[in-house]
């Protein structure tokens, strides 16, 4: 039998309360008028939950290193992605 | 354990067929990443394209059916993780019952939004089948809820192949196909899962959050 490392329940469930609190966060500054302020807020929560998903829940924090090169190698091509589609609408308007 | 896990003989034990598994996993989550990606582009570009139309159209959106299931998906998250983790440990009971409970609220979470579904046609608000919303924004706002339908819709299809795969699990399981040393399976399911929770992530605050201070 293999022994495998897995983290404890508790962090798993800290993980989830820290997502609910992001939720309600991103969902209460929804409501206070910050202007261009709180589509940015919106999207900095949604990565930081993101990231909680992807390095707790999916053990990226803990993969192979080639786990963390396809993982990136993804994310790496989105940027491109909505990096260059956006350069246009960026000076367009 | 007396059994012995099956290797494939290109493999040299099974950390490195578990590996393989899951770097093909992470290459096929690439794909979806970049899938999704093409939509969050045409969502960018219809919006920079007419951005008070979606700040009325988002205010159209259900907020706290919305809310909630945002709540839904990431505590069926919790479950899946501790799903992947009682199969780990062997914990045969635990992991049957976290697998169904992913499935579980999986489908509430889908209930819940087919009820939104129902409540934006009877507002008459579904491109191509009723829309009948007027005022000088009228077209992009139809645009945001062609959005919004195809990749909730989209989102949804992710979904239901999910809370299938947890069934399946939950029944291959319950037949004892996983041991400490073999769960595979449980494993990816659970990273296909989370990834569509992830894309959920993002479409919460870009569909409901829009404008509503």
């Keep these: 039998m293999i022994a495998h490392p897995v983290p404890a329940v508790r962090t798993y469930v800290l993980v989830w309360v820290a997502l609910i609190v992001l939720l309600l966060l991103t969902l209460g500054s929804a409501f206070i008028p910050l202007g261009w302020g709180n589509g940015a807020i919106n999207l900095a929560i949604a990565v930081a939950k993101s990231l909680l998903v992807i390095f707790f829940f999916m053990h990226l924090r803990s993969a192979h290193y080639m786990l963390r090169i396809a993982a990136t190698a993804g994310f790496f091509w989105l940027a491109i992605l909505l990096g260059l589609s956006l350069t246009d609408f960026a000076v367009r308007y | ?213």
């Design chain 2, 1 to 213: 354990m007396t059994e012995a896990v099956v290797i494939a003989r290109q493999f040299d034990d099974p950390l490195q067929q578990r590996t393989a598994s899951d770097l093909g996993m992470w290459v096929f989550l690439a794909t979806e990443i970049l899938f999704f990606g093409a939509l969050f582009v045409a969502y960018t570009a219809t919006r920079v394209h007419d951005p008070q139309a979606f700040a009325i159209a988002s205010r159209l959106t259900n907020l706290t059916l919305g809310s909630i299931n945002t709540g839904v998906l990431l505590t069926s998250s919790l479950m899946m993780a501790l799903a992947v983790r009682s199969t780990k440990l062997g914990l045969r009971r635990a992991s049957i019952a976290f697998l169904l409970a992913t499935a579980a609220l999986g489908t509430v979470f889908l209930g819940i939004k087919f009820t939104e579904y129902y409540l934006d046609w009877r507002d008459h608000l579904v491109p191509v089948i009723d829309f009948a919303h007027t005022g000088p924004h009228a077209g992009g706002v139809e645009t945001f809820f062609y959005m919004y339908f195809f990749m909730t819709g989209v989102h949804s299809i992710h979904l239901i192949i999910g809370i299938v795969t947890m069934l399946v699990l939950a029944w291959m399981a319950k037949r004892r196909d996983f041991s400490p040393d073999y769960f595979t399976p449980v494993e990816l399911g659970g990273l296909y899962w989370h990834l569509v929770d992830i894309v959920w992530i993002f479409l919460y605050p870009l569909l409901y959050l829009v404008s509503r201070s």
